[in-house]
């Protein structure tokens, strides 16, 4: 089994280019998601306001992820909680992961931990403009999510764009192949795949 993470910022796309694999190999990839790696919400860290802040590395268990990573490539199954994090509340599905013959990581902080980039086989960073991003951001959180247009524009400026400079956007470099997510990330999406087949 190999692995793949696809990281940027909220909002750059990834859950697109993550379908758009899916899509390609059909069931030879398993998908394992950071958002299912988040501590329980009491153990999230909080900033000076008191308000819940997702969007800094301590908020995930990398540890967990790590030792799923390590299970799946030893050919074991694992199984995972998935949360939907919504304003008023958070919903839960317990899933089964099988081995493929890929595995595909997404999410912000998936390059942070040295244990798990160790692991990684391709580096993946996709890419697009603050404005796109906000706007992206801005129709999820306010139409599926439930947040207030002054709470989308207080976590993007406070805990967003923070996080973005500190820990995702250094990783942009040193990643195998950028994929511009700004218009159309088709193209970018078949770079991946020739990757991934060579």
Known sequence: ??????????????????????????????????????RPREELPKDSKGETNYDVPEAINHKGLHKDLQDLSYGKN???????????????????????????????????????REMLDIKVYIDATVETRLSRRKNRDLT????????????WENHVRPADKE??????DKC?????NENNWEPGLEQLIKMMES
């Open 1 to 38: 089994m190999k692995i793949v993470a696809l990281t940027g910022g909220s909002g750059s796309g990834k859950s697109t280019v993550l379908n758009g694999l899916m899509d390609y190999f059909q069931g030879r990839v398993s998908i394992l998601s950071l958002d299912d790696y988040y």
């Open 176 to 180: 195998d192949l950028v994929i511009d």
């Open 167 to 172: 820990f995702i956007e250094p990783w942009k």
């Open 144 to 155: 599926v999510r439930g947040y207030s247009p002054d709470e989308v524009q207080y976590q």
């Open 78 to 116: 694992i199984e995972l909680e998935t949360y939907t994090y919504n304003r008023d509340a958070m919903k839960s599905d317990r899933i089964t992961i099988v081995p493929s013959d890929w595995l595909i990581v997404e999410g912000l902080f998936v390059l942070h931990n040295s244990e798990i």
